[in-house]
């Protein structure tokens, strides 16, 4: 078996197929790629036995058919530092333990094992499916900016990923660590009808392989199925499949406060910059930012009695509404404003005790964009 791609588009796909791939697993056989070639295709596939990564790559010559296993860390190291050229891959039987691989200046052999030692996807339960298509870019988008916000609890699992909401109004996708909620409303998915809503939980490791391989420009749009255990993720360029968790999602809705009559308009990125500088001066075991609305000025206050130290910054607002303080951590709120494109972004207060609302002063085309952040405690 003989077949010829180029050293740049192999490359691409072998970092990809690597992000799959665990520094341990319970099955040597999961270290390696599996390369198949049928139809002057080569398909590559890498699993950690919970996320399973397939992409094909058209290849401009081959010679037979066939398959086999190679380390994936081992081709992903042997390849990436090529020039775009072309490489060849040779092998004289699908007996044989060695393949080959010739490039415009030299070559290379690596060890390759059986193929059919990989274990093989679980099929998809065809009943009960939640189904819907999403352009590549708003995926990305959507995954970026809720993927922060999951929690890392050994207790309360269900929080350890995205909500993927799809009712006959709109996708909702959801993530909560129980101090920061972000909900991103995409109107322009939504289920054709009351029959075809659904949710899933989508892990935090396939969101990041996700959200790294997703072009943010790109228009292509991506297919999305979940049978309640296993979730398949069609692509123009790869297709994903990986395990759910399974249980019920907290009523996200039921904590966003409805009544928030004091409403702060300032710039976000003044505000970030303007906690980045304050925030070294707070509470290492705290992080405490005291932010004070008053008279459209925006006072933010940290102090570190330990280490006595202490910083005030003010900045200008649009403030409606009474004077409050309100007590948040900042790196989170950094976080949270990082998360966000907006130029200008809207704080909706209650008061010291309840979430405060933040969202873009104005809301993207066919999106709803809203993070929540808990308040901490002030010691007046």
Request: aromatic share 6%.
């Amino acid at each position: 078996m003989n077949f010829t791609t180029t050293a740049k588009q192999l490359s691409e796909q072998l970092v990809n197929m690597n992000r799959v791939i665990n520094s341990k697993n319970a099955l040597p056989i999961l270290a390696d790629i599996v390369f198949t070639v049928k139809d002057n295709i080569l398909s590559l596939k890498a699993s950690d036995s919970e996320v399973t990564l397939m992409a094909d790559i058209e290849l401009t010559e081959s010679e037979g058919e066939g398959c086999f296993a190679i380390n994936g860390k081992d081709i992903m190291e042997a390849v990436k530092g090529l020039p775009e050229n072309p490489l060849t891959f040779s092998m004289d039987s699908e007996e044989d333990t060695i393949v080959k691989i010739d490039y415009f200046s030299g070559m290379f052999t690596l060890p390759v094992n059986n193929a059919m030692e990989f274990p093989t996807l679980p099929a998809m339960d065809n009943t009960n499916l939640v189904t819907f298509n999403i352009t590549e870019g708003l995926l990305q988008e959507n995954i970026a900016r809720t993927v922060f916000a999951s929690a890392d609890d050994e207790l309360r699992p269900v929080m350890n990923g995205i909500f993927f909401d799809l009712t006959a109004e709109h996708l909702a996708v959801v993530a909560s660590d129980g101090h920061t909620l972000v909900r991103n409303k995409v109107l322009s998915v939504k289920a054709t009808d009351e029959t075809k809503t659904g949710s899933f939980i989508l892990p935090k490791k396939p969101a990041h392989i996700l959200k790294n391989i997703l072009s943010r420009t790109a228009e292509t749009e991506v297919t999305m199925t979940a049978d309640g255990r296993q979730l398949q993720i069609v692509a123009a360029g790869f297709t994903m499949q990986c395990r759910l968790i399974e249980g019920r999602y907290p009523n996200y809705n039921s904590v966003i406060p409805k009544n928030n009559p004091n409403i702060v308009l300032v710039d976000r990125n003044t505000l970030v910059n303007a906690l980045r500088r304050v925030s070294p001066f707070s509470n290492n075991s705290s992080n405490l930012v005291r932010i004070h609305v008053e008279n459209n000025q925006i006072q933010l206050d940290t102090e570190d009695y330990d280490f006595s130290k202490t910083a005030t910054e003010r900045m200008a607002c649009e403030y409606n509404g009474e004077a409050m303080s309100i007590g948040m951590k900042g790196a989170k709120t950094i976080e949270i404003l990082g998360n966000m494109s907006a130029q200008e972004i809207e704080m909706q207060l209650a008061d010291p005790s309840r979430a405060a609302l933040i969202l873009p002063s104005e809301q993207p085309t066919d999106m709803e964009i809203l993070m929540l952040q808990m308040p901490m405690l002030l010691n007046d």
